[in-house]
């Protein structure tokens, strides 16, 4: 990630997510941990003195999904951030949508809610 710290705002913000943990590698690079009560992502920043490797659709992942209970307010808090979202749909086994974050990786925000 080249900013953790943005990502772990924005997720937390997003999501209603917290921060589960946070230190400093011994390669000194920062790790955040941040998820709900069953899950996580761990955000790396990139090593020192290094610049970080530009995201690239589909390398090294294509997107992270995130389940939610209410599709409406989820999209509604990242359009609040200032985030586009895209490529609504509704299929087995859900609605999802999708959006990029300020560091262009995917993410798709399904709820399986009522499926």
């Known amino acids: 990630m080249p900013d953790p710290e ?13 921060q589960r943990w946070r230190g400093v590698q011994s390669d000194g690079r920062l790790a955040i941990h941040v998820g709900g009560t069953d ?4 955000l ?11 995201a690239q659709y589909g390398r090294p992942l294509n997107h992270i999904g ?9 999209e509604h808090n990242v359009t609040e951030a200032g985030l586009e979202t895209f490529g609504h749909g509704t299929y087995e086994p859900g609605r999802r949508f999708y959006f990029f974050d300020p560091d ?12």
């Open 6 to 18: 943005r990502t772990a705002a924005l997720l937390i913000a997003l999501f209603g997510w917290r």
């Open 39 to 42: 899950s996580y992502l761990s």
């Open 66 to 74: 995130i389940i939610v209970d209410d599709l409406d307010a989820a």
């Open 44 to 54: 790396y920043a990139p090593e020192p003195g290094q610049p970080p490797r530009p």
């Open 104 to 115: 262009g990786v995917e993410f798709e925000v399904v709820s399986y809610a009522g499926a």
